[in-house]
């Protein structure tokens, strides 16, 4: 079935460093690719999202990729702030059957504290 | 447009007892999705409604698990004779139908449940 694969946290960083978050997916077909972003004692939000190969998602300063061809949606960040401190989730469309409906499979999340 | 709401925030609860929990979504969506989330992890599908028809249903749903939906509005999922395992937190989501943009969901704050 499809998966997700994040890299494991806690990733901790500096304020103004770069962030990156690695993401790997494995699915049938074509899905859309979502970051979401969960901050202490709050509900997932939308970060950003790619709906096909090559798209790139941006939202916030955040930035993905959508790759094809490496199965990856990375997750990047030029100058990360303290206010970014969260948890982040990696997740595809996935089909249910043959239906074309789709859910949403999640990797595992990966917490990013960032110092000051 | 206040966002999925979900109720009650927090659940405890003893093992064997029955609790139902109430999402209420975005007014113009039409699809309504559960998903459970324990403690590390991302969330996991649950079950899935458009309008009132409940379309999916995840096999970690199993029959102690039941989710309404009546008049496609609010939605409500039940946990008969509950035990430690079910100890999660409860995510509901909602999202529209319009075209490719269909997959994005946004989610609520979630339930807390308990079982001791």
């Known amino acids: 079935g499809d998966s997700v694969t994040q890299m494991e946290g806690p990733v901790t960083l500096s304020e103004e460093a770069f962030l990156t978050i690695n993401c790997t997916y494995t699915?049938?077909?074509?899905?859309?690719l979502f970051w979401y972003v969960q901050y202490p004692g709050e509900g997932l939000q939308l970060l950003l999202k790619?709906?096909?190969?090559?798209d790139k998602g941006s939202n916030k300063g955040f930035e993905a990729t959508y790759r094809k061809e490496t199965t990856s949606f990375h997750l990047e960040k030029g100058s990360v702030q303290v206010s970014d401190s969260a948890v982040y989730f990696c997740?595809?469309?996935?089909?249910?059957?043959?239906?074309?409906?789709?859910?949403?499979?999640f990797g595992s999340g990966t917490r990013l504290q960032v110092q000051p | 447009d206040t966002g999925v709401s979900q109720n009650p925030r927090h659940k405890i609860t003893k093992r064997g007892q029955n609790v139902t929990f109430r999402c209420d979504p975005i007014?113009?969506?039409?699809?309504l999705y559960w998903y459970r989330q324990t403690l590390g992890q991302g969330p996991e599908f649950l079950t899935y409604?458009?309008?009132?028809?409940?379309?999916?249903k995840s096999r970690l749903l199993s029959d102690r698990f039941s989710a309404e939906r009546p008049k496609g509005s609010f939605s409500t999922l039940e946990i008969q004779r509950t035990e430690q395992g079910d100890s999660a937190m409860y995510l509901c989501?909602?999202?529209?139908?319009?075209?490719?943009?269909?997959?994005?969901?946004?989610f609520g704050p979630g339930t807390r449940l308990t079982v001791t």
């Open positions: 007014s113009e969506h039409n699809r």
């Open positions: 790619a709906t096909k190969a090559d």
């Open positions: 409604f458009q309008n009132e028809a409940q379309l999916e």
């Open positions: 699915a049938t077909g074509y899905p859309s």
């Open positions: 997740a595809l469309s996935t089909l249910l059957g043959d239906t074309g409906r789709r859910a949403l499979t």
């Open positions: 989501a909602s999202s529209a139908t319009r075209g490719r943009l269909s997959y994005e969901q946004y």
